[in-house]
Structures are given as C-alpha cells and as structure tokens.
C-alpha cells in the first residue's frame, strides 16, 4: 500500500507470551526479548513500514509509556498471528544510562 501523511494508530491487546510462542513455534522463536500483540482474527496489525515504531500503553497515571517496538510479523495482519515487538523492558539496564547522555 502508499505511505500515510498522517500518524495512524490502532488499539489491540497483549497476547499471552505462551501463546504467542506456540503460534510461531513452526516459523519462529520467539524469546522473552519478544511481546505478541494484535488481534487473531486478522483485523488490527502492525506492518511493512512500522518496523521500529512503538507499542504504547497508558498508565493508571494517565501517562503513556513505551512498551515495545515493531519488529516483525507473519505477513501483514494475517489471521491467527499477532505482531511481534521488540519487548523494551528486557532493554532497561541499557537504556537507562544511556539515556541520561
């Protein structure tokens, strides 16, 4: 498809890490450095083009906060399979002090 001039967004959840594993356990590993979201039915997904975008959430203190980043995916919204994203948390001990650069 074309390129947006416009930031998109789109809504789903976390999937279950266990599951998300066995999903990809035939195509790909996936790691506790990985985190699935998406919905399965195929209708909301990352794509080509996203890779290194974020995965947001938002807090009880109303504040969002980076979770993940775009890494790959079985095709493009392909049904039974969710996004899989770059799990930021497995990365704090290194984002930390160099963040404060």
């Not at 947006?4 to 998300?20: A, G, K, N, Y």
């Not at 080509?48 to 109303?62: A, E, R």
């Not at 079985?74 to 984002?95: F, H, I, M, S």
Request: hydrophobic share 30%; charged share 25%; with cysteine.
């Amino acid at each position: 498809g074309s390129y947006s001039d416009v930031l998109m967004e789109v809504s789903f959840d976390i999937q279950e890490q266990e599951e998300c594993r066995s999903t990809y356990e035939r195509d790909l590993q996936i790691t506790d450095v990985h985190l699935c979201a998406g919905t399965l039915d195929g209708s909301k997904d990352s794509c080509q083009g996203d890779s290194g975008g974020p995965l947001v959430t938002v807090g009880k203190d109303k504040r969002y906060y980076l979770i993940g980043i775009v890494s790959f995916g079985k095709n493009c919204a392909l049904q039974g399979y969710p996004g899989v994203y770059t799990r930021v948390t497995e990365y704090l001990d290194w984002l930390a002090p160099n963040l404060a650069d």
